[in-house]
């Protein structure tokens, strides 16, 4: 387009002098201009990453935690399971003095009897 028309690119936006020449000592401005842009994203990095580990290690000790509690919920479990098993049952029956069954009769609720009063 610049070869065509014969025009200076910054005669073209309507500028008098090149945007390198009007900033004060040219490309000394533009150098301090993309020095200060790097050390900005750099430390924008640095600190990103400084998050994202804090965040880590918290992430990492909430996990421990959750495997602390499944297992100490899995020992519950299995201590429910043992104490409410039959052999449990009797032995804490027979500890507190009631006696073995040896016969077992059950109510039939589809016979419709009915027990009176005398």
């Known amino acids: 387009m610049f070869a065509t028309s014969l025009t200076k690119p910054h005669e073209a936006f309507g500028f008098a002098k090149p945007i390198g020449r009007r900033l004060p000592q040219g490309i000394v401005a533009w150098n301090i201009g993309l ?17 994202a580990s804090a965040k880590n290690y918290a992430l990492r000790d909430m996990q421990t935690k959750i495997d602390g509690l499944k297992t100490e919920t899995m020992n519950m479990q299995d201590k429910i399971v043992t104490l409410s098993s039959m052999q449990s049952l009797n032995a804490r029956a027979e500890q507190l003095g009631f006696a073995p069954i040896d016969k077992l009769e059950f109510v039939n609720p589809a016979a419709k009897t009915t027990a009176l009063a005398r």
């Open 35 to 51: 020095l200060s842009l790097t050390v900005v994203c750099c430390v924008a990095y640095v600190v990103q990453v400084n998050l």
